[in-house]
Nanobody, 121 residues
Framework: AQFVESGGGLVQPGGSLRLSCQIS????????MGWYRQAPGKERELVAN???????RYADSVKGRFTIIRYNGKNTVDLQMSSLKEEDTAVYYC????????????????WGQGTEVVVSS
């Protein structure tokens, strides 16, 4: 499977953005999908993931500000981000994720290019 992220951009602190991930190809199984991010000089981290039936989890740093939305019929996973902070600046990626560990399920596809979010005044 392949994953194409879009929707990033430059936004002021306190602003909002909605990222979208289009999944192409087949993922053999109802795997959780996650949004990851990688800030300059830092390791990639999981910020949110969701099961196929809607159960979701969030990193403490984004809880209450980000919402992950999965549209199973459209093979799309969105990330609605609000009250953005400068520390949210990163390249954001979507990828299948292990629900328990939060680790990416690398055998299910290739990482996309990501979409860059810059939060700055």
């Amino acid at each position: 499977a392949q994953f194409v992220e879009s929707g990033g951009g430059l936004v002021q602190p306190g602003g909002s953005l909605r990222l979208s991930c289009q999944i192409s190809g087949d993922i053999d199984g109802p795997y959780p999908m996650g949004w990851y991010r990688q800030a300059p000089g830092k390791e990639r981290e999981l910020v949110a993931n969701t099961m196929t039936f809607g159960r979701s989890r969030y990193a403490d740093s984004v809880k209450g500000r980000f919402t992950i939305i999965r549209y199973n019929g459209k093979n799309t996973v969105d990330l609605q981000m609000s009250s953005l902070k400068e520390e949210d600046t990163a390249v954001y990626y979507c990828f299948p994720t292990d629900w328990t560990s939060g680790q990416p399920l690398s055998h299910l596809g290739s990482w996309g290019q990501g979409t860059e979010v810059v939060v700055s005044s």
